[in-house]
């Protein structure tokens, strides 16, 4: 089967700094109106994917999720082929269920399930 890029993750040091960036600089629609305030993007287009943009207390960077059937099955494969989990199956409520692996060049990258 396969597993498209559904997701895409830009994190910064100051999230709000960094929504009002990306907002102003594509004409994002960005909705922090959850718990976290996380910025769920809607970019009102047609093709491509939406994403997110946040705040992190870890390094900036920037991510994308490809959807899986079974997080832990691929995660025994990424070990397998010299990358490392970096979060195990987590699931957020009401949200999704997601891990994040880095390969062996360490990027990061994150899976949800699907």
């Known amino acids: ?6 997701h895409f993750e830009i994190l910064g040091k100051d999230g709000k700094k960094s929504q009002d960036f990306y907002s102003q600089l594509f004409g994002w629609h960005i909705d922090t109106n959850n718990p976290m305030s996380y910025g769920m993007v809607d ?3 047609e093709g491509g994917i939406n994403g997110g943009v946040a705040q992190t207390p870890d390094s900036p960077r920037v991510a994308v999720y490809v959807q899986v059937d079974d997080l832990q099955a691929y995660l025994d494969k990424v070990a397998s082929m ?5 979060m ?12 994040l692996f880095a390969d062996p060049d360490g990027n990061v990258i994150g899976m949800v399930k699907g």
Do not use: L, R, S
């Not at 089967?1 to 559904?6: F, T, Y």
């Not at 195990?88 to 891990?99: G, K, L, Y």
């Open 82 to 86: 010299g990358g490392k989990t970096i």
């Open 88 to 99: 195990p199956p987590t699931e957020i409520p009401d949200m999704v269920t997601m891990a």
């Open 1 to 6: 089967m396969p597993n498209p890029v559904v």
């Open 43 to 45: 970019t009102h287009a």
